[in-house]
């Protein structure tokens, strides 16, 4: 059995002096039908973005610090969680062991503001009412009134 405190304090060491090290080595060690293996590359395709975001100066600095510490706190916490049972072959986790994920409810609330946004764009107008972009001052006054 793999001895995990050692193994987290390496980690954690890696990350601090090179993340993408960081990384590799724990992908690695976790196999590919780990949850926590699907955590990380999605931790992993967030942090190569982000890079190539800075490489091409489409994003600003401070942003980017902050998008970088928190991917890494995203790792950190994953390093943390780590236990004997995500280095077996075809482990999962129970939803109710995995960490609490405090992006869900901002993303599922701004898609279901999307979601209204979309449906108010698409239905259509109520029978009989003017649509305001259609009609013009002009267009009304040179219509004879009874």
Known sequence: ???????????????????????????SL???SAVRHKDLLLLEARWEELERSVT??????????LK?????????????????DDFKAGSVAPIAATKNKK????????????????????SPKTPGTADPAM???TLSSAVPRH
């Open 135 to 137: 009609t013009s001052p």
């Open 30 to 32: 976790l196999p590919p």
């Open 103 to 122: 992006w869900l409810w901002p993303v599922l609330g701004g898609l279901a503001v999307l979601g209204v946004v979309v449906l108010l764009l698409l």
């Open 56 to 65: 091409k100066g489409i994003i600003a600095s401070d942003e980017a610090d």
């Open 1 to 27: 059995m793999m001895e995990l405190e050692p193994l987290r304090r390496e980690l954690h060491d890696l990350l601090v002096q090179d993340p993408e090290a960081a990384f590799s080595k724990l992908k």
């Open 68 to 84: 970088r510490n928190k991917i890494m706190e995203g790792l950190l916490d994953t390093i943390s969680d780590l236990s004997a």
